[in-house]
């Protein structure tokens, strides 16, 4: 009834129909259409995906990012011009425009002139950004003044006023609604959001308690964390940046994540190894939109209960990731500081992604990543694991992910240096030829593809080295049964000797290294070069369950090669190993996982099996488990 242009303005059509429908639910109670575009469409926002919604179709990146823009992001920018005129206005608007314009053609202009006519505002600027531009927004609380009504303070019968300060802190420009939740009320005002800085005057008949910005998320602000403000006297200053945090109890397997605050989950954290025994401890980790503030606070302590070492250290682990100062499209930041367990250092990376369509083509991603991990007490280390020294190390890595026909394939590489030190010299370490610079490069490629409806075929080649003039310090050589001793560090079951996955009686398998997951986790070498191939086949699914979705039968095979090994009996040697294994997908809360039952029942030195019995041959039984894929 009203022809628009589908070509060239499809958001009056598409948009329009989306709008309306997320409208019509609301007013029969049921939220979450508005919330959920909102929510997407913002995430687009901060990674730069985003096109604006006035384009001519043919104009898009491609279709996936036609149809967000026309129908998603037609529909936000219709409620942002709801909430700007208000419901009772936008609802005249709507119905002027039928009446005027039924059985003609229309287009942006003539829709843009009756909402001006019958709002009697200039919608300039909200026409401007919301259809020809992807700006981001961001108000927050300024200065917070409060008195009373009549200039006396307190007084019961004039009330309270409280003055606030709207910063804009980017280029949209939205009204913005101004709460200033009370004692006993609650007062409301509107903000135009236009100026850099604008003055309101909240009116409360009680006392005023805290002061909150777009209540309802309806200014499409992206950073929320400055939007909510304790009022008066000292603590309110200083409790600003928690004032609105949502606390839980975290329940190990799901973060919360919150549109409008920031969450912070406790929980208690308890685990076991043989030098500190027993170790107690409590976590918080932090979350802002399941994107920034994912930060990690750990402060543990060994109890010496059950170790015959009875080492009863204080440890902690603090983790700062992705923090709202540091916003950068597809760029994420980490920093590590930690004291855990005998080691102490600082991790830092910076890591990139980006794509150049979203629903195809391949993924590039790049990083840099600083690591300083030094050794203090050799207690908890296991000596097979680790030389004494300390180490410096600088990596650049870089990838691509893709998909092309019914492959799934991705290539890795790393390339970088360290540094390796120890405070009575490198010949106290044990071992006087260790270098004190090395070069540390892997290439990790992978294929992986469906042989049928419940068949899969996966393959990995490997090729790593870490070395000097002679091999690198143990912990930074290239390992052949999976992850090295710092990929580990952060793994309470892991990381220390006598922890709960690891020792004699639990062969755990962490995926990484040259992957053959047969032999010794303590083997390595200066250079390895390896090669990987699994095939499984699917004995049960149920994709809607939890603890069991899918069951799966595996066999594979891995083959490497040595080059020059800190262990004379690894020098440029071929390994080996074939076996069949079980495969379990799982979902407990928000977290997937998948565990692996393997039994590599050929290994060709089976002197260097993990699972080794005196007098085994090439051919026994050997077992494997992990919680992880193995590659």
């Known amino acids: 009834i009203l022809a628009n242009n589908e070509w060239r303005e499809g958001w009056l059509d598409e948009g329009f129909t989306s ?27 901060l990674d730069a995906y985003s096109e604006p919604t006035s384009l001519v179709s043919e104009a898009y990146r491609d279709f996936v990012s036609y149809n967000t823009s026309i129908y998603s992001r037609g529909e936000l920018f219709l409620h942002q011009l709801r909430h700007a005129v208000g419901d009772a206005t936008m609802q005249r608007i709507l119905r002027t425009y039928y009446d005027r314009w039924k059985l003609r053609h229309v287009d942006e202009a003539v829709f843009r002139a009756v909402a001006e006519e019958v709002s009697k505002r200039d919608l300039s600027t909200l026409f401007g950004q919301g259809l020809h531009a992807v700006e981001l927004y961001d108000y927050a609380i ?5 008195s009373g009504a009549a200039g006396q303070r307190g007084s019961g019968t004039n009330g309270w006023i409280t003055r606030v300060e709207v910063l804009r802190k980017a280029e949209g420009r939205l009204p913005v609604e101004v709460m200033v939740i009370a004692q006993r009320d ?5 903000s135009e959001g236009l100026a850099e800085r604008e003055w309101v005057d909240v009116p409360t008949a009680s006392k005023p308690k805290q002061v909150v910005l777009d209540p ?16 008066g006297g000292f603590l309110s200053t200083v409790f600003a940046s928690n004032s609105g945090v949502h606390n839980y109890f975290h329940p190990y397997f799901s973060t919360r994540s919150r549109r409008d605050r920031l969450t912070i989950g406790w929980q208690p954290t308890a685990w076991y190894n043989d030098a500190g025994g027993v170790t107690l401890g409590v976590r918080r980790r932090d979350d802002y939109m399941g994107r920034f503030e994912q930060n990690v606070a750990l402060a543990s302590i060994g109890t010496g209960l059950g170790s015959d070492l009875d080492v009863k250290d204080a440890d902690f682990f603090f983790r700062l990731r992705n923090p709202v100062l540091l916003r950068a499209p597809n760029a994420s930041q980490t920093l590590d500081v930690f004291n855990v367990e005998g080691r102490y250092g600082i991790t830092a990376a910076v890591d990139w992604s980006r794509r150049e369509h979203l629903a195809f083509g391949p993924t590039w991603s790049r990083s840099l990543r600083f ?36 492959w ?14 120890n405070r009575q010299g490198l010949a106290a370490s044990g071992r006087p030829e260790l270098d004190p610079f090395y070069f540390r490069g892997s290439l990790d490629a992978t294929a992986r593809r469906a042989l049928g409806p419940k068949r899969n075929l996966a393959a990995r080649v490997f090729a790593g080295v870490a070395s000097g003039d002679h091999a690198a310090a143990k912990q930074r050589q290239i390992y052949l049964q999976g992850g090295d001793p710092l990929q580990q560090l952060n793994n309470p079951f892991l990381r220390s000797r006598g922890s709960l996955l690891v020792g ?19 083997l390595s070498a200066a250079g390895v070069v390896a090669f990987n191939l699994e095939v499984d086949q699917t004995l049960l699914a149920r994709p809607t369950a939890r603890l069991f979705s899918r ?5 594979f095979g891995d083959l490497a090669r040595t080059f020059d090994g800190s262990d004379p009996t690894l020098s440029n040697e071929l390994l080996g190993d074939a076996g069949i294994g079980f495969r379990a997908d799982h979902r407990i809360g928000d977290t997937r996982f998948t565990t692996r039952f393997d039994l590599p029942l050929f290994v060709s030195r089976p002197e260097l099996a993990q699972d080794r019995s005196p007098g085994d041959d090439e051919v026994a039984f050997r077992w494997t488990f992990s919680f992880e894929p193995a590659f």
């Open 371 to 406: 690591q300083w991990v030094a050794t203090d007490d050799s207690r908890y280390l296991d000596r097979g694991l680790y030389d004494d020294v300390g180490t410096v190390e600088l990596q650049t890595l870089g990838g691509v992910a893709t998909e092309t026909g019914k």
């Open 186 to 190: 609650t007062g409301v005002v509107r």
């Open 142 to 146: 300024g200065k917070v003044r409060v």
């Open 216 to 231: 309802r998320v309806r200014a499409h602000d992206w950073n929320m964390l400055n939007n909510r403000r304790r009022v």
């Open 504 to 522: 004699e009686d639990f062969h755990y398998h962490s995926p990484g290294g040259a992957g053959l997951r047969g032999v010794d986790q303590h």
């Open 19 to 45: 709008f309306q429908t997320t409208w019509f639910w609301e007013t029969l109670g049921r939220t979450g259409g508005y919330e959920q575009n909102e929510a997407g469409i913002l995430e687009l926002d």
């Open 551 to 555: 069951i799966a039968l595996a066999a």
């Open 408 to 421: 799934r394939l991705s290539l890795n590489s790393s390339i970088g240096g360290g540094l390796a030190y």
